[in-house]
């Protein structure tokens, strides 16, 4: 936690009490989050903080690339920590959500990058799809 707090720090921003609540929500979860789920587990701890103080606080932290978002299927938005991103395959049919490893995308960036010029962040988002117990 502190050497994330100094990222924060060495990157410009501020180490806020309510943005050391969040970050340790984050650290603690088992599951991608959203902003409102992760700010009622905040409240939990610290009632005086906002759900506008969560937004404001994770618009700045990915800003500082400490936090990313994702985008998983058609539900809102999910946060978690830049180091533990990963990109995910969301089935259509049952919602199962499975992690996807990061080499399964190495082929398709360097052929982004090769013939388009373009650097792809598969962590945005997630690929929809069937899995094996729905095809």
Excluded: W
């Amino acid at each position: 936690m502190d050497d994330v707090l100094a990222l924060v720090r060495a990157r410009g921003g501020r180490a806020t009490v309510s943005r050391r609540v969040i970050l340790e929500e984050l650290f603690e979860a088992e599951d991608h989050l959203s902003a409102e789920a992760l700010a009622e587990a905040v409240q939990a701890h610290a009632p005086d903080v906002h759900l506008s103080t969560v937004y404001r606080n994770l618009e700045d932290l990915q800003r500082l690339g400490i936090v990313v978002h994702t985008h998983l299927g058609h539900g809102p938005a999910t946060y978690q920590l830049a180091s533990l991103a990963h990109a995910h395959f969301i089935c259509e049919g049952c919602g199962a959500a499975i992690e996807a490893p990061d080499e399964l995308f190495r082929g398709l960036a360097r052929m982004a990058k090769n013939r388009l010029g373009f650097s792809i962040d598969p962590r945005h988002f997630a690929i929809l799809g069937r899995c094996a117990d729905c095809v």
